[in-house]
């Protein structure tokens, strides 16, 4: 891939070349393969697991009694479960296809909402990328929101519209109001039949517009998620790691979901709603307030699960691609992945209650999808503290514990082969270890601090 220029004034944009299309790598039997060599590597592991092998860092447990066999056995039960949702989501994987894009002649008005706080020149850029996006010139609008940024934000966004005229509308607020005050007013604004929505620090693909608005020719969809690939990628190993663990995120859970019309989350980086959806929805998603306190985080989740519970379907088109700048210090990593657990808490607990009103099939797999995700953390948690007790026992354990992370993060990075053939699918093994080792303590953290709303990397 080409190397990558951002954080420049400049309106010359260089983005690496898209990986949406696994086609282009692998011809479409690939797909059966993967899927093939997945579910036989299920049944092997399972078998290995009620076999006591060596891979199974838990498996002395099972033959010792008192407290960790109270732990051990559900443990069995949740490894069960989530075998066979894996085998599940990869068979949906399977099933998935991109809609195809909007014809251009037949290209609906489209509004584009970018939101700014503090970006400096990159939002220039990304209105330029927007800007440069192959739609109908008569049928785009881009409205640019300055939430009260305090640095050049403002300069850069005023730049934008005088190089774009006509196209590009620049709104300043005077004092920060918070991102969803910013989109609210952008969707006031917007004329388009279809809104996009694109963070301030995201650049989209020429192709990304025209992608984004093909789903919506079914009147049922009512939400589109892009896929998210990191800018940054080549900047540090972290930024690695993360661009594998973003397109594991999109093109294998996302497209999973998009199977059966229920995407959990359109990201902030790029979606798209249909404007006579959402708009009766903005005031009261404005007002939401979770345990007494204003809800200012988790917006695209809050709105996605908005149009879910207006009985419209939400899609991911893997050929609407964003580029997002993603975080290179472990500092900033957690910060944002707290304001992500916190935000999915607080929508998990909404989307069980919304999952009612799905059709019976997605309501089904939702309750078997939510249901066996969050059953991991407190399986996960005990387990964490059975092989800490059995480590010291027998230090094997710790080797065993080593070699399951290691194969389970090397079995999902077939997915990520499927998308981009690279090595930098060896990121994602390593994305492993360090998840495990170093992101443990964030969703507990979380779920004590759930009523903190500050945005953190602001």
Same mark, same amino acid.
């Given at each position: 891939?080409?190397?990558?220029?951002?954080?420049?004034?400049?309106?010359?944009?260089?983005?690496?070349?898209?990986?949406d299309d696994g086609d282009r790598w692998?011809?479409?039997?690939?797909?059966?393969?993967?899927?093939?060599?997945?579910?036989? +590597?299920?049944?092997?592991?399972?078998?290995?697991?009620?076999?006591?092998?060596? !891979?199974?860092?838990?498996? $002395?447990?099972?033959?010792?009694?008192?407290?960790?066999?109270?732990?051990?056995?559900?443990?069995? /039960?949740?490894?069960?479960? +989530?075998?066979? *949702? =894996?085998?599940?989501?990869?068979?949906?994987?399977?099933?998935?296809?991109? &809609?195809?894009?909007?014809?251009?002649?037949? #290209?609906?008005?489209?509004?584009?909402?970018?939101?700014?706080?503090?970006?400096?020149?990159?939002?220039?850029?990304?209105?330029?990328?927007?800007?440069?996006?192959?739609?109908?010139?008569?049928?785009?609008?881009?409205?640019? &929101?300055?939430?009260?940024?305090?640095?050049?934000?403002?300069?850069?966004?005023?730049?934008?519209?005088?190089?774009?005229?006509?196209?590009?509308?620049?709104?300043?607020?005077?004092?920060?109001?918070?991102?969803?005050?910013?989109?609210?007013?952008?969707?006031?604004?917007?004329?388009?039949?279809?809104?996009?929505?694109?963070?301030?620090?995201?650049?989209?693909?020429?192709?990304?517009?025209?992608?984004?608005?093909?789903?919506?020719?079914?009147?049922?969809?009512?939400?589109?998620?892009?896929?998210?690939?990191?800018?940054?990628?080549?900047?540090?190993?972290?930024?690695?790691?993360?661009?594998?663990?973003?397109?594991?995120?999109?093109?294998?859970?996302?497209?999973?979901?998009?199977?059966?019309?229920?995407?959990?989350?359109?990201?902030?980086? /790029?979606?798209a709603y249909r404007a006579s959806v959402?708009?009766?929805?903005?005031? #009261?998603?404005?007002?939401?307030? !979770?345990? +007494? $306190?204003?809800?200012?985080?988790?917006?695209?989740?809050?709105?996605?699960?908005?149009?879910?519970?207006?009985?419209?379907?939400?899609?991911?088109?893997?050929?609407?691609?964003?580029?997002?700048?993603?975080? $290179?210090?472990?500092?900033?990593?957690?910060?944002?992945?707290?304001?992500?657990?916190?935000?999915?808490?607080?929508?998990?607990?909404?989307?069980?209650?919304?999952?009612?009103?799905?059709?019976?099939? #997605?309501? &089904?797999?939702?309750?078997?999808?939510?249901?066996?995700?969050?059953?991991?953390?407190?399986?996960?948690?005990?387990?964490?503290? =059975?092989?800490?007790?059995?480590?010291?026992?027998?230090?094997?354990?710790?080797?065993?514990?080593?070699?399951?992370? +290691? *194969?389970?993060? /090397?079995?999902?990075?077939?997915?990520?082969?499927?998308?981009?053939?690279?090595?930098?699918?060896?990121?994602?093994?390593?994305?492993?270890?360090?998840?495990?080792?170093?992101?443990?303590?964030?969703?507990?953290? #979380? =779920?004590?601090?759930?009523?903190?709303?500050?945005? *953190?990397?602001?």
């Open positions: 891939m080409d190397p990558l220029t951002i954080n420049s004034p400049s309106p010359s944009v260089i983005l690496p070349r898209s990986s692998f011809n479409v039997d690939s797909r059966f393969v993967i899927a093939t060599i997945m579910l036989f +590597g299920i049944v092997i592991v399972t078998v290995i697991r009620f076999g006591h092998e060596v !891979f199974d860092p838990l498996a $002395e447990s099972l033959t010792i009694q008192g407290w960790a066999a109270v732990i051990a056995r559900p443990s069995l /039960l949740w490894f069960t479960m +989530g075998m066979l *949702l =894996l085998a599940v989501r990869t068979l949906l994987w399977l099933r998935y296809h991109p &809609v195809a894009p909007v014809e251009y002649e037949q #290209a609906p008005r489209l509004s584009v909402v970018i939101p700014a706080y503090n970006e400096g020149a990159m939002v220039r850029q990304a209105v330029d990328a927007c800007a440069r996006a192959e739609y109908p010139r008569d049928r785009l609008e881009i409205i640019v &929101v300055d939430d009260g940024s305090t640095d050049d934000t403002w300069t850069h966004v005023n730049l934008a519209a005088q190089q774009h005229p006509g196209l590009v509308h620049a709104v300043r607020f005077p004092v920060n109001q918070g991102k969803r005050a910013a989109l609210a007013a952008g969707f006031e604004r917007a004329v388009g039949d279809i809104i996009v929505t694109v963070d301030s620090d995201s650049l989209v693909e020429r192709e990304a517009l025209l992608a984004i608005a093909g789903p919506f020719q079914d009147e049922r969809v009512g939400a589109v998620a892009g896929k998210v690939c990191v800018l940054n990628r080549f900047h540090s190993v972290l930024s690695r790691m993360l661009h594998v663990r973003f397109v594991l995120s999109f093109d294998f859970l996302r497209s999973a979901q998009s199977s059966y019309g229920t995407v959990y989350c359109c990201p902030g980086a /790029l979606s959402i708009k009766p929805l903005v005031p #009261a998603w404005l007002r939401q307030r !979770f345990l +007494g $306190e204003a809800c200012t985080i988790g917006e695209d989740r809050a709105l996605t699960n908005d149009v879910l519970a207006s009985g419209y379907k939400s899609l991911y088109q893997r050929t609407a691609v964003v580029h997002t700048l993603a975080p $290179e210090r472990y500092q900033t990593l957690c910060k944002m992945f707290l304001r992500w657990e916190r935000s999915y808490i607080r929508e998990e607990i909404r989307l069980w209650k919304v999952m009612w009103k799905l059709p019976f099939p #997605a309501m &089904v797999l939702t309750m078997i999808e939510t249901t066996v995700t969050n059953l991991r953390y407190p399986v996960a948690y005990g387990s964490l503290v =059975l092989m800490i007790y059995l480590s010291v026992q027998d230090p094997w354990t710790i080797l065993r514990l080593l070699l399951s992370i +290691g *194969l389970v993060s /090397l079995s999902y990075t077939l997915y990520f082969l499927h998308s981009e053939r690279s090595r930098e699918f060896l990121y994602g093994v390593l994305y492993g270890y360090f998840s495990f080792f170093s992101l443990f303590w964030i969703f507990p953290y #979380a =779920l004590v601090t759930v009523r903190n709303r500050s945005w *953190l990397t602001r």
